[in-house]
């Protein structure tokens, strides 16, 4: 009980740290719980398309095409709307993103070059498809009365139903185990009967699940979606990718789905700060950088923190 404790404390010291900082730099804007609240909700989106993420970069995969396949789903999802009305649009959405994540899956499975140019060709692909598939305008937009799934307590239901389904399949099924041990060691993942290409093919499946959700919460939080063409759609990818990293590194004091959320939760204090402070786009990018370097670095030197600790003590007693 007090290793979980200790634990929940360390966890929860990442997200608070950094509110504190900006809560210094702008008193006015952070010393309220609705901006907290409000951060909150701003992370339920992009930590559910980590969920996404995740499954093929535990697996070894760079997976690009994410961010096309939301805009795609979205797409897919609004035009369904207007003729079906929520079944449509959720239904449609589902549809599209398991589609194309077969596709994506199929020639990974097929083609056998790495995953980083496959996606990235696949991504120009699905954007020019996305595109076409949003008309001339560019963008799909839907009714009011559809949108009441992107506001709470709807929202927040959604997010703690996708948290549920990630930790289940992350920690209570055959393909979790798998899915590890291909990312870990393909080679000895192959020897000991595992079929690689096979448990790569499911993460995109698995992950299309939380795709097409993640699109359907964006679609009826903004009321529409819009295509995204010169890899425009990368950019959805990056702050779930970084959540991840950081994610994969507090792994050892708490759970991927929390940690993900965690990690995603002290981003967009980080974001949201920073616009506040009026810091320019460039330099939310340097503080960005910053953070994921210190982070990391904390946290990939921890062993050899306390070494260090200990053999200052042990000195310090000496000269005592």
């Known amino acids: 009980m007090k290793n979980l404790g200790a634990k929940t404390i360390k966890t929860i010291m990442l997200p608070v740290i950094v509110y ?47 961010g096309a396949r939301v805009i795609i789903s979205g797409v897919v999802g609004g035009l369904l709307a207007a003729d079906y009305g929520m079944p449509g649009m959720i239904l449609g959405a589902l549809a599209a993103s398991l589609v194309t994540a077969s596709i994506t899956g199929f020639f990974n499975r097929v083609l056998r070059i790495p995953s980083l140019v496959l996606t990235m060709g696949l991504t120009m692909i699905y954007e020019v498809i996305g595109k076409q598939f949003a008309g001339r305008f560019g963008f799909v937009q839907i009714d009011t009365e559809y949108t009441v799934l992107g506001s709470s307590p709807y929202i927040i239901i959604l997010f703690f139903v996708s948290a549920a389904l990630f930790y289940f399949i ?34 995109f499946i698995y992950g299309s699940v939380f795709i097409a959700l993640a699109s359907v919460l964006t679609l009826s939080q903004s009321g529409s979606v819009g295509a995204q063409t010169g890899l425009g759609s990368v950019t959805i990818v990056f702050k779930p990718l970084i959540s991840i990293l950081l994610a994969l590194v507090l792994q050892n004091i708490c759970d991927l789905t929390i940690g993900i959320f965690i990690s995603q939760f002290s981003l967009n204090i980080i974001f949201i700060g920073l616009i506040a402070a009026g810091m320019p786009d460039t330099f939310q990018n340097v503080v960005l950088g910053i953070f994921l370097l210190i982070v990391m670095i904390f946290f990939r030197n921890t062993e050899r923190i306390n070494a260090w600790k200990t053999k200052r003590a042990a000195l310090q007693e000496q000269e005592q």
């Not at 952070?30 to 909700?41: A, D, E, G, R």
């Not at 992370?43 to 398309?49: E, G, R, S, V």
């Not at 192959?190 to 290409?197: F, L, Q």
Request: glycine letters at 4%.
């Open 20 to 66: 504190c900082v900006f809560l210094c730099i702008c008193f006015e804007r952070f010393s309220n719980w609705n901006c907290v609240y409000t951060i909150f909700l701003q992370t339920i989106i992009p930590t559910i398309t980590a969920y996404a993420v995740a499954y093929g970069n535990i697996c070894g995969i760079f997976d690009f095409t994410i």
């Open 170 to 203: 992350c920690n209570n099924t055959q393909f979790s185990f798998h899915m590890r041990a291909v990312g870990s060691n393909e080679t000895v993942a192959k020897n000991n009967g595992i079929k690689a290409d096979l448990v790569k093919f499911k993460s």
